[in-house]
């Protein structure tokens, strides 16, 4: 990665040449966008998309620097998620989830964050704490299985959720065990209605022995803010954020990215069409369709518009180092993560309601659009209905979600 050297306070920073991130991200895209139809069928892009992902060091965009990484702005990943999802929902869900996967690692205990980034490797993980831990010497050994374990298939690590019951702990708590590949099965059963092409397939787990140096509790750190072992540069933007909010921003950055395409995909097509039964008439003539096309736009705008005020909250908190906030405010977070993917999801259907059979066809843009957009929707960390009663009860000075 090309990078740009400026002076601050005197001393040289090497930055991340942004362009060149932009870029990357557009022919990670228009690789992903070329596979699309076949990987859906397939329920899995071929390698030539993680080693892409790879290839452009887009999983390190977060990573600090000490660890070889980029550790970009929320801004600029924002930018980068949003371009691949223009072109792939299923894409930009991968391309998201690898770097941001990083987040936690790098929250790990010193020698674990120096144990997984020094072997390199992309990482995955399903933070649902379902497995089973026994305490066995200086570590755990861990049992389960997972579902939705997006990226596996490419992936050198995973993260999976258990709980653990600590020496110096009240009792269990919610954690993430880094389980090299090698001691996973893959299961691959991934059928689904939507984002087909991530291959999020289950993982089974046989009593792998975990050290405790790759076990994050995570409540600690969402508790805390802080690293588990501390020894971390502060400045980092990946330590000056609340944790899960930052975690977070990628979901809403894929739905109006995917939806942005799907409007364009819409009037582009309604340009064109000329309707049948209609005598032959335009359909760009027609006072319907351009309501429409004008309603679902601005439409977008107001999710657009969430998504740039989420991103500015966090880089306010970052340039404060605010890793700790109120209950109310993380959950107007979730309300606005919610709020934009339902925004987002909506637009697809009536769009493709609007352009009648045409997009009905299997493997058609707009009818794959659809269904991944529908399925970013349905993810636990943005459903509408928790996130708003989340907030709504906070804003009473009621407990908001226990996690999100």
């Not at 999802?85 to 894409?91: D, E, K, M, P, Y």
């Not at 596996?152 to 993430?176: K, N």
Request: aromatic letters at 10%.
């Amino acid at each position: 990665m090309t990078l740009n050297k400026t002076h601050d306070n005197s001393e040289t920073e090497e930055k991340p040449d942004e362009a060149a991130l932009l870029a990357s991200a557009e022919a990670i895209g228009r690789l992903a966008e070329e596979e699309s139809k076949e990987a859906d069928k397939n329920a899995r892009f071929s390698d030539r998309v993680a080693q892409a992902i790879k290839e452009a060091q887009i999983h390190k965009l977060l990573r600090p620097k000490r660890y070889d990484g980029l550790s970009v702005t929320p801004r600029v990943f924002e930018k980068v998620i949003r371009i691949v999802a223009r072109h792939s929902v299923a894409a930009a869900w991968l391309t998201y989830f690898y770097p941001i996967h990083e987040a936690w690692v790098s929250h790990l205990p010193p020698q674990g964050r120096e144990e997984i980034f020094g072997q390199g490797g992309l990482v995955a993980d399903v933070f649902t704490p379902i497995g089973r831990a026994e305490r066995d010497g200086n570590g755990y050994r861990l049992y389960g299985q997972w579902k939705f374990a997006s990226g596996v298939l490419w992936a050198d690590w995973i993260g999976l959720g258990a709980l653990v019951e600590f020496p110096d702990s009240e009792g269990p708590e919610p954690c993430l065990l880094a389980v090299h590949k090698s001691d996973v099965k893959v299961v691959e059963n991934w059928d689904t209605l939507g984002l087909r092409a991530t291959g999020s397939n289950e993982v089974v787990v046989d009593g792998a022995w975990v050290p405790l140096h790759r076990i994050l509790p995570i409540a600690r750190v969402v508790r805390t803010g802080k690293p588990i072992g501390g020894d971390a540069d502060e400045d980092e933007p990946i330590y000056r954020m609340p944790f899960f909010t930052w975690f977070l921003v990628g979901f809403p950055a894929i739905a109006v990215g995917g939806a942005d395409r799907v409007l364009d995909i819409f009037r582009e097509r309604t340009e064109k069409r000329i309707r049948v039964y209609q005598m032959g008439a335009k359909e760009r003539d027609a006072p319907s369709s351009q309501r429409l096309l004008a309603e679902l736009r601005t439409q977008l705008d107001a999710a657009e518009a969430l998504v740039d005020r989420y991103v500015g909250q966090l880089e306010s908190w970052m340039k404060e180092g605010k890793t700790l906030v109120s209950e109310e405010e993380r959950e107007r977070m979730f309300a606005w993560r919610a709020q934009t993917a339902k925004m987002s999801a909506e637009i697809a259907p009536r769009a493709m309601l609007a352009l009648g059979g045409t997009a009905f066809f299997k493997g058609d843009p707009v009818e794959l659009f659809t269904r991944d957009l529908l399925t970013v929707a349905s993810h636990t960390t943005h459903m509408y209905e928790d996130a708003l009663a989340a907030y709504g009860r906070t804003m009473f000075g009621q407990p908001g979600h226990p996690i999100w």
